[in-house]
Every structure is written in C-alpha cells, then in structure tokens.
C-alpha cells in the first residue's frame, strides 16, 4: 500500500470518528428542547393559561433559538464549532433547571427564551464542522446521518417524556430535568473526541468544487453575510425550509398535546405518536443518501417531491379518527418520514451554493429562517385550538406549509 493511500485510510477513519462524534453529541440535544411539547399540558393546568399563551413561550425559545443561529453561524466560521456546542449544550442545560423551578409563567417564557439562545450554539456550528471535513460528493450522506442523530434525538426524548409520565407518573417539571443529564453527557464525549478541521490532526483541508466560491483571504464577517444574503437561490432555500420548520414544529410540539388532551395518558395512542419521529429518523437518512446517489447532488428535487407528498398524507390525518391505531401509526410515521427527511437535503445547500468557507453563516442563516417561520407558527397554532376546540386541525395547518415549501423550492437550482 502506497504512502498516499495510507493517508487517505487514516483520514477516511477520522472523518467518521468526527461524524460519529457529532451524531452522539447532537443525539442528545432534543433532551432540552422537545421536552417542552410533552409539558404543555401541566404548564396549562398549573398556571391556568390558555394554548395560545403556550405558544408565545415556545415562540419565544423558537425566536431565540433562530436569532442566535443568524450570528452563531457566522461566529464558528471565524472561531471554530467545538468550544461554542459545549457551551451551548451546558448552557442549554442550566435552563432547562431554571425553566423547572419557574413559580410563575412569565419566568418560564424568559427562562425558555434563554434554552433557545443555548441551543442555537449547536446546529450551525455542527453543520460548519461537517463541511470542514466531507466534500460536497458526500455531504448529502454526512448531513444525512447528521440529521439522523437528531431525528434519534426525537425519539428518545418522546419516549423518555412518555415514561416520566405514564410509568413514573412525574409532573411536568421533571421533564425540563432529567432528560438534559444525557446532554450534559453527549456534549463531554463529543468535547474530548473532536477537532474543528482536518488540518487540526495534520491532514490537508477539503477542497472546494469551485474557485468561485472560494472568498477571499481576510474576509471579514459583513462580508460574509453580505455575500450570503445576496445569493438569491440560497434565500429562496431559506425561505422553504422556514415553510417546512413551521410544519415540523406544528408536529412536533403539538401532536402530544393531540394524545394527552384527548384521551388517558395511558391510552395505547399515546405511544402511537412515537411514530412521528421514528419516520423523521428514517426519513433523514434516506433523502441524504437519495439526493447523493439518485439526483446527483440536486438537493431541491427531493425536497418538492417529500413536502408534495407529505401535505398529502397530513391531510389524511385530519381525517382518520384517533380510535383507528394501524391507520394513526401509519400515517404518523409517514408524516414524519415526509416532513423532516428532506432537512438532510436543505443543510447541504449552504456550502453547494456559498462556499464551505461561509457554511456556518449559511446555516445559520437558513436556521434563523427556519425558526423565525417556526415561532410565528406556535401562537397561531395555539390560537386555532382554542378557537375551533379542535386539537386536529393542527394537521390542516400543517398541510398547508408543507405544500407552500414544495413550491418555493422549486426555485432553487445548484
């Protein structure tokens, strides 16, 4: 075996030891954000406010959470990703204990509020450590399985969430507390084991595809976002995946609350909603890879087929009735599947169509996109339910965005 070959054995063995790293890392970052659905119905009952007062506080977290991505983005592109996840999964942490000690709503707001700036230090920079270190052939892969870990993320937390309650039968201020102990876990792990790039272990950087998207030495940060806002396809990606976020949260945060306050909560149709993010698991991995092998690298295809499809399919979710479980799980798990699969083919846009060298302001920008659609979605979401006293008619809502993100990105051409 040759020298050269030899290298690139040694590489390929570190690239998935970083990929693995970040996986098990951001595996556990769900544990202190989509805690917060399975509690809505305690923190209803004990403050003795409505849904739509609800939905301003994860409003809240949501507009943080997207604010701090719009310059966390940029930061890791200046300073490197590995200090600033850490910090953001610790800070993460202290909030979520603080948010379970609020004695009165508007602490909770503020307290959740907070999370959401801590849990903007993970996405971006993680997205930004990915492109370091997988060139744009692969990224649909790498972002895949990074995607994964987060739909795992998903998972874990609703099943956590629906043995805290339903076994162990704890309030709902147990949610905010022991769930984020893994994170605390994942994020000391990923600190010890990652580096932010490959010349960090002696390994020449990834090439770009193309001299044009390389910026020049020195740029500074206004130039870097000058350069991202400008770009008018990677707006317009921007904008469908805020379509498609809105629809992912109305799921997300609001089908417990379509379990737990419609029926007992231990019901056989409570564990039906671990579907949805066993689906959005899947999901990832398959439309990372398909984007890759099928489409060559043409990432906004998949995304209007799956966003088509799964306006279809929510809609048939509005129609089945809860008592009918085989149909429920179907659909829940095809919604899922759907909806949040196609996130492995919006995040590799942002170093195709910039420039690996502006993907961390890219996604996080796109993600402050994503979440400033999210959040206007929880109060209105909330107001609908109390209006219609209908906890269903989340899915016509979110049928609604899925459709208009398969139009927008239908605009949008490597």
Known sequence: MSFTNSIQRD????????????????????MGRQNFGWAIQGISSEFNISK???????????????????????????????GMIVLGGILSVLMNWATSYATAYWMVIVFWALNGFGQSLGWAPGSRLLANWWSAKERGKAFGFYVFAAGCSSILIYLLSIIMLDVYELDWRWLFRLPVLLLFLGCTVFYFVVRDKPEDFGFPPIKENSKFMVPKEGETSVERYKNVIKNKKFLLA??????????????????PLYYLGTGSIGAANLYVALALPGGMAL???????????????????????????????????????QE??????????????????????FWPLSPDLLGVKRSGTGSGVMNAYAYAFAGAGEPFIGYMVDVTKEQNIVFVIVALMCFLSAVVILFVRR
């Not at 590489?11 to 769900?30: D, E, G, K, N, S």
């Not at 939905?55 to 701090?68: D, E, F, K, N, Q």
């Not at 179907?330 to 996130?343: K, Q, S």
């Open 11 to 30: 590489f390929r063995t570190y690239q998935w030891r970083i990929l693995l790293a970040v996986m098990f890392c951001y595996l556990f970052f769900y």
């Open 52 to 82: 739509q007062y609800i939905g301003w506080a994860g409003a809240a977290m949501l507009w943080a959470y997207g604010l701090g991505q719009f310059f966390n983005g940029n930061l890791a592109d200046k300073y490197g990703s590995r």
């Open 238 to 255: 921007c904008i469908s995946m805020g379509f498609q976020n809105m629809a992912r949260y109305g799921l997300l945060v609001w089908v």
């Open 283 to 321: 999901g990832a991995i398959f439309f990372g890879q398909l984007s890759d092998r099928v489409f060559n690298s043409n990432r906004s295809k998949p995304i209007a087929i799956s966003m088509s499809l799964a306006a279809i399919v929510v809609l048939f979710m509005y129609l089945v009735p």
């Open 324 to 345: 009918n479980l085989f149909g429920e799980l179907t659909l829940m798990f095809a919604a899922g599947f759907l909806v949040y699969g196609p996130r492995s083919c």
